[in-house]
């Protein structure tokens, strides 16, 4: 009965929001109900005048201008071929941006990481009773059900078959890299899954978010590892990647509850994104210098790569050290046989910085020398380029043992940042800026006073950056001007701005 | 009387073509988009959030996430309008779970709510934007949802269906129960708030 008045309201409602009828029509049609549906039809006209507002004509004006000039920017750059530049141009700022997350998370994270892989792995799948039932499958009379599955979304019948047969495949995927290499297939399947949904107009739900969050939670933990490949950390990479523009596409169909569920795994795929690329940078240094583990052994040296001959570009010549000291003196390699990362074992200890040892890094023009992994810090690079056509990274990290303290250097220009771990958060110092032809650098005698011991060994590998001028391929004329030398100058550790010195350069 | 035109300013084809060229990065093809879906946004966030100033900011934030996900839109069984609507019904969502607020009324815009005509013959007496909201507060939240989709964007119920997910008839089982509820509260409170504004 109320279902048969709810319809004649409703068809009373579009017959007057098309126009078709009138109140007084719509109520001579249904004469016996017409004292119910009069003032439940003059309530909706109501309603609908009053919120029939139009919105400022300034604001829809201002707000279109901005919406179609960010629409045609925005797809025009995402259209484009070839690797995507933003990816390349957002590594440094995913990295700065996820370096605290990663400690935090790493420390939540370490007994996991301290499991054996295929221990976690059956602590996520614990579906025993799963398992026998697709064991009994295979072996009797579900053949049939089971190669059909492959292709199961979330919710329909042969989904849980799926899932199990996936545990069986798990069961029995005996190495770490027939399991790794399940886990990047997993995750990808669960990618698509949720892609599936979004296709057939399905509601996603946090149970399939979730899911997607197991997989990918078992990879995050995998990427600690140093002995991925390129081609798998490759694939994490562009699985993160995938995860992002997917979960990012499929948003408007998550369900109201899920959202929560939604940002999870939206963060998480963020975090593997900068673990993969890590990973993926790790591996193509060990795949292209031949090192056992990572760049910074200190009694290695690389022979020169006769592929390696691209220089990075540089804006900076080379500069003194605040209190006027020379740099230390640094190889200048020849420019058609550079080599692609060098990592000379090094020099004495410096004041200030006693028992550390350092190596030198030289890669192309630039060089510098970092405390070595005898020291207790690791040197990784950040960003070689989506289509690992880069010869060197973008960027040199050098982290302590306990991760509290890295230093970040972009080869091309100098650029120095220092993150220090204190009471749950990262504080950035910018401790060296290349600003057009001048070169800043922190006050040494403010950073000792803020950090003591630690400021030591940032200054000196901040003073110790060296990038030699570009080689002229042709004769440089006699009358030609030197370009003078770029100027110096100090600025206060603490309080900086990006990019804002705290002083004017001293000449 | 009319109750409104709920008709597609285009053909579908043409809005097909159009968010076609749209994720290709055609900026005329984008502004038509804008103006044919910005009144109706703008409505619904309004009749969810009752404040104007919230209500713009949200609307163009509701277009610059469409910008986000055009890209991979494709025609799947969800028609561009409720996929649109999806997204602003999520933002308002999430908006209300960040603030802490759910839909209390701010500061409304005096002039908008006067320079809308109001045929005497239509209406007993003129509300404005401010105490539509103010009734809706109480409803469920579902109910919200299809009182600004329905008479805020004025959605067909089949429409309404597919960006809330839910069946045509447990829509118009809510719009029933809300225009009830809001005839009752609308027959009293109107004149409650003038006595108080007054005393």
């Known amino acids: 009965m109320r279902d048969r008045f709810e319809e004649r309201l409703n068809e009373c409602l579009e017959a007057l929001s098309s126009g078709q009828r009138t109140l007084e029509q719509c109520l001579a049609i249904y004469p016996r109900e017409a004292a119910r549906l009069e003032p439940l039809l003059r309530t909706a006209l109501r309603l609908r005048e009053t919120l029939s507002v139009e919105p400022r004509s300034e604001f829809a004006a201002a707000a279109r201008e901005r919406f179609v000039v960010a629409g045609g920017q925005g797809l025009m750059e995402a259209l484009r071929a070839g690797p995507r530049p933003s990816f390349v141009r957002a590594a440094r700022a995913r990295f700065l941006a996820a370096a605290q997350r990663m400690v935090v998370a790493g420390q939540s994270r370490g007994w996991r990481a301290s499991l054996p892989q295929w221990v976690a792995g059956l602590n996520l799948r614990p579906a025993t009773a799963a398992l026998t039932a697709v064991l009994l499958l295979f072996l009797g009379f579900g053949g049939f059900t089971v190669t059909t599955s492959g292709d199961a979304l979330p919710g329909e019948w042969n989904y849980s078959v799926k899932r199990a047969t996936e545990n069986v495949r798990l069961t029995f995927a005996f190495s770490e890299g027939a399991r790794r290499d399940l886990n990047i297939e997993l995750a990808g399947e669960r990618l698509s899954e949720i892609q599936g949904l979004a296709d057939k107009g399905r509601p996603i739900g946090e149970s399939v978010l979730n899911d997607l969050k197991g997989e990918t939670d078992s990879l995050v933990g995998n990427l600690g590892e140093s002995d991925w490949d390129t081609g798998d950390a490759r694939q994490v990479v562009e699985l993160a990647q995938q995860q992002q523009e997917v979960l990012a596409q499929v948003e408007p169909m998550v369900k109201e509850n899920a959202q929560d569920e939604l940002v999870a795994a939206m963060a998480l795929s963020e975090e593997v994104s900068v673990k993969a690329e890590q990973a993926y940078a790790l591996a193509l240094f060990t795949e292209k210098s031949g090192k056992a583990e990572r760049i910074s052994a200190g009694d290695e040296t690389e022979e020169p790569s006769e592929e390696a001959t691209e220089t990075p570009p540089s804006e900076v010549t080379p500069t003194e050290g605040p209190g006027g000291e020379p740099s230390p003196p640094a190889p200048t390699p020849v420019p058609t046989d550079e080599p692609m990362v060098v990592v000379e074992p090094g020099s004495p200890s410096e004041e200030g910085t006693a028992g550390i040892v350092w190596d030198r890094v030289v890669m192309g023009r630039f060089s510098v020398e970092v405390p070595s992994q005898a020291s207790g810090w690791r040197l990784t690079g950040l960003g070689f380029g989506t289509d690992n056509s880069a010869p060197a990274p973008d960027l040199l990290r050098i982290t302590n043992v306990g991760g509290t303290a890295i230093i970040v250097i972009n080869p091309r220009n100098g650029d120095t940042f220092w993150y220090e771990y204190k009471d749950g958060l990262f504080e950035e110092f910018i401790v060296r800026v290349a600003v057009a032809d001048e070169v800043w650098q922190a006050d040494p005698d403010a950073m000792r006073g803020f950090h003591a011991d630690y400021a030591g060994i940032v200054l000196h590998v901040v003073q110790s950056i060296d990038i030699a001028p570009p080689p002229t391929p042709t004769p440089v004329p006699t009358d030609t001007p030197t370009p003078p030398p770029a100027a110096t100058a100090t600025v206060a550790a603490s309080g900086l701005e990006p990019g804002v010195p705290a002083q004017t350069p001293v000449p | ?199």
């Open chain 2, 1 to 199: 009387m009319e109750f409104g035109s709920v008709a597609a300013p285009v053909s579908a084809e043409v809005e097909q073509e159009t968010i076609e060229r749209a994720r290709r990065g055609d900026q005329q093809a984008l502004a038509d988009i804008y103006d044919w879906y910005l009144p109706r946004i703008y409505r619904y966030v309004l009749a969810r959030v009752g404040n104007v100033i919230e209500a713009e900011d949200l609307t163009e934030d509701v277009f610059l996430r469409m910008l986000g996900g055009i890209a991979g839109y494709r025609m799947r069984n969800i028609p561009f309008s409720a996929w649109l609507f999806r997204i602003a019904h999520n933002h308002v969502v999430s908006y209300f779970r960040k603030s802490g607020a759910r839909g209390t009324p701010g500061i409304l815009d005096e002039q908008i709510a006067d320079a809308r005509p109001g045929p005497a013959s239509m209406v007993e007496t003129r509300l404005t934007v401010e105490e539509v909201v103010r009734a809706t507060h109480d409803l469920p939240e579902a109910q919200r949802e299809v009182i600004a989709l329905r008479f805020a964007v004025g959605l067909s119920v089949a429409e309404t269906a597919q960006v809330l997910g839910k069946r045509e008839g447990n829509v118009k089982a809510l719009q029933h129960k809300a225009v009830v509820r809001l005839q009752r509260v609308l027959a009293v409170k109107p004149e409650r708030w003038a006595a108080e504004g007054s005393g």
